[in-house]
């Protein structure tokens, strides 16, 4: 199993029998269309850089299934009708499973309240009526995307028993999401072997963020924290550890 960074909150997963993407907001310098197929793509939500308003020309591409939130497959299914048959979405809200290609995706909680300022760059740079609530984050395999999430400690409560081996969390400290001391302290309590950062690159030159890789890997050493962070850059690959073997290394 691996995982590919694609930039913001954009990740291709091999696990066995299937190839996600997750948030697939695709932008220079990566070239969708030169990426391999997806069987399924997650969507947390329907913000403008979570990749939903590709959503018919990925389908388009790939003739993948679409997981997300029901009022947002809702939306989608609405927005696409003339392009994406509807039976390519699957309704998944926060607690619930479903089985692909004999994986199991389960929505996990997260807590994304929208503020003036994010209401006000939704609208300048999507202009859509995508939902932006609820949030799904998602565990599967052994992986945890959390989509944008602030900390909370409902999402430890609801992972207790799910074992995690990589956690996709979300570190800006802007925009309602986490900061690197939030993000760090979710890994802890999930017991993550390791976290890959995401939701701190510049998505435009008006939408900066507070937090960078560099503040996580500082405030890691200083709490002397035993999760590994592993910070990727665009296009890069991380070939998965098992829980097993980042046992007896």
């Known amino acids: 199993m691996s995982l590919t960074y ?89 607690g619930e499973s479903t089985v692909v290609n004999g994986v199991r995706i389960t929505a996990v909680p997260a807590h994304h309240p929208v503020s003036r300022l994010g209401k006000t760059m939704h ?18 395999a052994g992986f945890y995307h959390s989509g944008d999430t602030l900390y909370t400690g409902a999402i430890p409560e609801f992972l207790q028993g799910f074992e995690t081996h990589t ?29 890959v950062p995401m939701h701190w690159q510049p998505l435009v030159e008006q939408v900066p963020f507070k937090y960078q890789p560099s503040h996580l890997l500082k405030h890691a050493k200083e709490s002397g924290s035993t999760v590994e962070i592993c910070t990727l850059a665009i296009g890069e690959t991380l070939e998965d550890i098992t829980l097993d073997k980042l046992a007896t290394s």
């Open 6 to 94: 694609l930039g913001h909150c954009a990740f291709k997963f091999d696990v066995p029998g299937l190839r996600i993407y997750t948030d697939p907001y695709i932008q220079d310098p990566v070239d969708f269309r030169r990426l391999e197929a997806a069987d399924l793509v997650l969507f947390s939500h329907g913000h403008f850089d979570h990749g939903v308003m590709d959503c018919a020309k990925l389908w388009q591409e790939w003739k993948c299934q679409f997981i997300a939130p029901r009022v947002l497959v809702d939306w989608l299914i609405k927005s696409n009708r003339r392009v994406v048959p509807a039976d390519a979405f699957i309704s998944l809200d926060q």
């Open 123 to 140: 609208a300048l740079f999507s202009r859509s009526a995508a939902p932006g609530n609820p949030v799904n984050g998602y565990h599967f």
């Open 167 to 195: 956690a996709c969390l979300p570190i800006g400290g802007k925009y309602k999401v986490a900061s690197p001391q939030e993000a760090l302290r979710l890994a802890e309590e999930i017991k993550a072997s390791r976290m």
